[in-house]
């Protein structure tokens, strides 16, 4: 594992580019394997989390080089193997490889998922989605087994029970080469499923509907990779940065963002009375805004994702007054808090209300990443505190954030990352 050393008292300045979205990267590689062509995407965030995928691939007999934004996937010496359990339990998103396995064979045994422990994450709406397209499904020991008869996938309804980003992506992948319409309703509408249905449309598909809450399939035999897929710019990212920015900035701009996938977030921080000045992909922060209290509330797409809840946190301590956060969706998402109270953070978590204090005489110490986010967040606390702040676990936050050491250099900020037997001083 690696640890994060970071001085405080450093205000950031410049500019910062946004790269590719993590979430929607994590959709598509496993959705590379469905095409009959190689497949080259750009914009693709250097992370742990692109990487641990591309073994995966490897473990299927799948060729996939990464340089420098650009991935190139060749799925065309495709083995159908049990994947290994070890990466899945790793990386959660490996699930997406249980829906395309399945357009793409009629079959998959996949490890039972893994990746950040934010709380319950149940996989029975995507196991449902399988079921609908006529999949049998068998989980045994921490294993899921999922295979179809000789008619293989066939087309059907399937209304979600409750709006699940993972289930949209997972069912979506497999409808896609089942044979017949099928109608996915009430589906989650992020931008990176919109993302998703734009590369396979690209490809040959039949997708319509994407971004809203229903989703129309027509599946199709073979798809073909066209043309070079950009992924969208990460607006969690963009966020991260944003709300350092006007946390702890004397001047950050943000570019390649796409500002209407930040829409709550942004009205958030207005309300807030953070200055922004908002151009077509770029937002500019000038800093040192007298701050208000807010309440904040996550909640599917369109509203505030649940993954800023987190990197938003070290901006309302800023504010004069008590801030609250409700987070709909993972309640159990307060792995940063404990270590924040080390710091000296007057922030708190009862019956799913955060509460969040006024930071004053915050202290550099030894914290731990628990998750990606909760990781960064405490990294952007870290920056406002006096003395130096040791971030065990830094691998979590690598796992999600695009070559993050460069772009805070690139703001005037000073991190490192090193391995934990290594010893730095400042």
């Known amino acids: 594992m690696k640890k994060m050393i ?7 300045s410049g500019e910062v580019t946004i790269g ?18 190689p497949v080259e995407f750009d914009s693709v965030p250097d992370i742990l989390d692109v990487h641990n995928l591309m073994l995966i691939l490897k473990s299927m007999n799948v060729k996939s080089f990464y340089n420098r934004g650009k991935l190139t996937v060749d799925p065309t010496t495709i083995e159908s193997t049990p994947l290994p359990g070890g990466a899945i339990r790793s990386l959660r998103a490996s699930y997406y490889f249980m829906g395309a396995l399945l357009g793409k064979f009629g079959k998959a045994v996949v490890g039972f998922p893994g990746g950040d422990n934010i709380g319950p994450r149940p996989i029975d709406q ?24 000789p008619e293989g996938l066939q087309g059907a309804r399937i209304f979600f029970d409750l709006v699940s980003v993972g289930a949209t992506i997972n069912v979506l992948l497999a409808a896609v080469r089942a044979k017949g319409t099928t109608i996915m309703e009430n589906v989650a509408r992020e931008p990176e499923i919109v993302d998703l249905a734009t590369f396979l449309n690209n490809m040959g598909a039949k997708i319509r509907g994407a971004g809203t809450d229903v989703i129309r399939v027509q599946g199709v035999d073979s798809l073909k990779a066209q043309n070079i897929h950009t992924i969208i710019p990460d607006r969690i990212e963009a966020g991260t940065y944003l709300s350092f920015a006007a946390a702890n900035g004397k001047g950050v701009l943000v570019k390649n963002v796409i500002t209407e996938h930040l829409d709550p977030f942004i009205a958030k921080m207005q309300e807030m009375g953070v200055t922004l000045e908002i151009d077509e992909d770029k937002i500019y922060v000038p800093g040192g805004d007298l701050l208000a209290p807010v309440s904040v509330k996550t909640a599917p797409f369109p509203g505030l994702a649940t993954d800023l809840q987190q990197p938003l ?57 628990g998750e990606i986010r909760a990781g960064v967040s405490l990294l952007g606390l870290a920056l406002m505190a006096d003395g130096t702040t040791t971030i065990t676990k830094a691998d979590n936050i690598l796992r999600g954030y695009d070559r993050i050491v460069e772009k805070f250099r690139g703001l005037n900020v000073d991190l490192k990352v090193i391995t934990e037997s290594e010893t730095l001083d400042f």
């Open 6 to 12: 970071v001085k405080g008292s450093q205000k950031l």
């Open 126 to 149: 995507h196991i449902k989605g399988f079921k609908a397209l006529g999949a049998k499904v068998v989980e045994k020991d921490d294993t899921v087994y999922i295979t179809t008869g």
């Open 313 to 369: 946190t070290p901006l309302l301590m800023r504010a004069k007054g008590s801030s609250t956060i409700i987070d709909t969706l993972y309640p159990q998402r307060i792995k940063h808090i404990p270590e924040m109270q080390k710091m000296g953070a007057k922030i708190s978590s009862q019956d799913g209300v955060i509460t969040i204090g006024h930071a004053k005489n915050l202290i550099g110490t030894t914290v731990e990443a």
């Open 20 to 37: 590719g979205a993590k979430n929607s990267t994590v959709a598509l590689i496993p959705a590379s394997i469905l095409a009959d062509t």
